[in-house]
């Protein structure tokens, strides 16, 4: 009774799963602003970006609207930061994104409070979601220059702070002491860049982190400019956070961010995101660079490919649908994070459509969509979602498993993982891709769900695939066992457009069929 009891005050409780990256490593993630997610009333002010003023999105908000992203299929959601920025406008509007640390022992009041941020990583906790929250430790920010350090909190003097140098874009390639030790932003918005080679900060902060994880029930950290800490200053700082860790290195070469997979669980998978935007962002774009960098990152990558957050919108960069709104483009970039190796990130708003160019365009308010769930596009990061986890329950080694690319050209990729094949292109809606895998590791003329239309492919007697896709759409193939319930769980999610090439694909076939019957008993008459 007793032991009954406890257990079930225990479960209430809804304790952090402070989780590793071993336990990170089957899970997907929404990655939110927290100002631009939900308000906490449910009512939709306007919120024009180019302002960049505070909308009215809270903590409060965020847990009102848990059903539409579980209901997707994520188990973990990553908040932009948490603690009290600067407050009132600035050269560049409002802090509303989180990024402009002023004190990091208090919160952010305008999304709530301390009890409410509590409460969405119960409510999390309560669904078997993680939260991951996104921290700052490099930098601070200051309305004016040069700053008046009396503001900050708790590294109020001058002299915690490294001097007021801007690292410049050559330094970037020449210069890591100065990437490290110089500072961000710019005279309109100095960050000044704390001096984390001082043992008293460095101390404070590791102390600092582990409160945080406490305090909030947080299960993972995903960290802000990285590579502007020096590299040994990380693995005490990711112990004291006793979480899995994910870095924000932003750069383009995988070599580079190798080193960082060594200090911190992982990184955010930069060097692949530079490769797969582009190559899927125009007919002319070249898929085969994706292979080159991958295979690099596999190789490098300390536990390779498989903790790295892998996505293709953020907070930082052009949505995809600024560059391209050919929805065939759109629907193969966006299966990318969900069949590679790593974690699968998808950034709020992409799944509405929504084509908001370079910060501040790429924040919009996600109430102004009205959360539609019949969107292509949420339909489809449903499927993605059920059919990652559908391979990992039917297969144990597809987490563990490196993906292979069977077929690495410029306009197509097929990339294999237990049970899974993926076949994307880049040739946009009006092309019909051809895919041909000899061996794709299926058994003899196994029969195959592609999740993406739900229609079967058959493999041929060597387990291997030929295929031709209509209206420039991936497929991504599984055994109808693994397959079927994907699609029978998760409505269609096949456009208009494509379910009419599709079907007058199917018509042609008939029509050819019932032809050449038609001819063949003409000619047995005669
Ligand atoms: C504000 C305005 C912007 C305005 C800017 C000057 O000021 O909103 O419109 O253009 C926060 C806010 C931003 C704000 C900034 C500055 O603070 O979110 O809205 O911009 O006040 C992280 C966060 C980011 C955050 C900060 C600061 C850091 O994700 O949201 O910004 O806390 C560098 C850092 C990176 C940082 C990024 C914004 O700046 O390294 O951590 N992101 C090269 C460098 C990168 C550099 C990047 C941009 O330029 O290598 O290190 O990122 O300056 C590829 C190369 C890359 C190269 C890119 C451009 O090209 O491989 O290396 O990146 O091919
Ligand atoms: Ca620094």
Request: aromatic share 10%.
């Amino acid at each position: 009774m007793l032991a009954t009891s406890l257990i079930a005050s225990a479960l209430l409780a809804a304790p952090a799963f402070a989780a590793t990256a071993e336990q990170w490593r089957n899970r997907t993630i929404y990655q939110l602003v927290v100002d631009r997610f939900a308000t906490p009333d449910g009512s939709s002010p306007a919120c024009d970006t180019s302002n960049r003023v505070y909308c009215g999105g809270t903590w409060n908000g965020v847990v009102s609207k848990l059903d539409y992203i579980q209901d997707m299929g994520f188990d973990a959601v990553w908040i932009s930061p948490v603690v009290a920025n600067i407050e009132g406008t600035t050269a560049y509007g409002e802090a509303f994104h989180g990024y402009w640390t002023q004190d990091i022992n208090a919160l952010n009041s305008h999304f709530g409070t301390a009890s409410d941020l509590q409460a969405l990583a119960a409510a999390l906790h309560k669904r078997n979601m993680y939260l991951m929250v996104d921290i700052v430790v490099n930098h601070v920010a200051s309305p004016k220059n040069p700053p008046d350090y009396t503001i900050f909190t708790p590294f109020d003097q001058a002299s915690q702070f490294h001097t007021e140098v801007f690292i410049q874009q050559a330094d970037y390639t020449t210069n890591q002491t100065a990437v490290e030790q110089g500072w961000l932003g710019d005279t309109n918005l100095p960050l000044p860049d704390i001096d984390t080679e001082d043992p008293n900060i460095v101390s404070t902060y590791n102390t600092w982190v582990g409160q945080l994880v406490s305090n909030y029930s947080v299960d993972g950290l995903r960290i802000d400019t990285v590579k502007h800490i020096r590299q040994d200053f990380w693995p005490d700082f990711a112990k004291s956070a006793g979480v899995y860790t994910v870095g924000e290195v932003e750069d383009n070469r995988t070599d580079y961010l190798a080193g960082y997979t060594k200090v911190i669980d992982s990184v955010l998978d930069y060097s692949t995101y530079y490769s797969v935007f582009p190559a899927f962002s125009s007919t002319s774009g070249n898929l085969s660079t994706v292979s080159q960098v991958v295979q690099e990152a596999q190789s490098s990558f300390n536990n390779g490919e498989f903790f790295v957050g892998s996505f293709i919108e953020n907070h930082d960069q052009p949505r995809f649908q600024s560059i391209t709104t050919d929805q065939a483009l759109v629907m193969n970039a966006m299966s990318w994070p969900f069949i590679q190796d790593g974690i699968p990130i998808l950034y709020y708003g992409q799944e509405q459509g929504y084509t908001g160019s370079n910060d501040p365009a790429n924040r919009e308010a996600l109430w102004l969509s009205g959360y539609d769930t019949n969107k292509t596009l949420v339909k489809h990061v449903t499927k993605l979602n059920a059919a990652r986890r559908a391979a990992a329950a039917a297969d144990s080694t597809y987490l563990t498993t490196g993906a292979k690319f069977l077929i690495a050209a410029p306009n197509t990729l097929a990339v294999q993982k237990p049970g899974v094949l993926a076949l994307l292109a880049n040739g946009g809606n009006s092309s019909t891709p051809q895919w041909t895998v000899p061996n794709a590791g299926f058994k003899a003329n196994e029969v195959l769900m592609d999740i993406v239309a739900c229609t079967t492919v058959t493999a041929d007697g060597n387990g291997g695939v030929t295929v031709t896709g209509s209206g420039g759409m991936p497929l991504i193939l599984m055994p109808t066992a693994v397959g079927s319930p994907v699609c029978s769980s998760t409505a269609s999610s096949t456009p208009a457009s494509s379910q009419k090439n599709a079907a007058s694909v199917l018509a042609t076939q008939i029509f050819g069929v019932t032809l050449a019957a038609i001819l063949a008993a003409a000619v047995t008459v005669m």
